[in-house]
């Protein structure tokens, strides 16, 4: 495993391993990343649900991530 590295995530630090996939983050955070509506933004930019996959964290990072959620 790589070496741990802080990233931000929706306003929280949170250490992570070097080169973790946004799709490898979702999946730690018991997020499924096929639920309709979840979307993420990487340092202020929505990332593209094809780039979840591909695209690897890196120290300091900002990943907002967005769901949907019923309220009354």
Do not use: Y
């Not at 018991?30 to 202020?44: E, K, M, R, Y």
């Not at 929505?46 to 949907?68: K, N």
Request: charged residues 20%.
């Amino acid at each position: 495993m790589s070496v741990p590295g802080t990233v931000n995530v929706n306003g929280e630090a949170e250490e992570a391993a070097a080169g973790i996939s946004v799709l490898d983050l979702l999946l730690a955070k018991g997020i499924d990343p096929a639920a309709c509506g979840t979307a993420v933004a990487l340092n202020d930019a929505v990332l593209p649900r094809t780039r979840w996959p591909e695209h690897r964290l890196a120290a300091g990072d900002r990943i907002e991530i967005v769901r949907p959620f019923q309220g009354g």
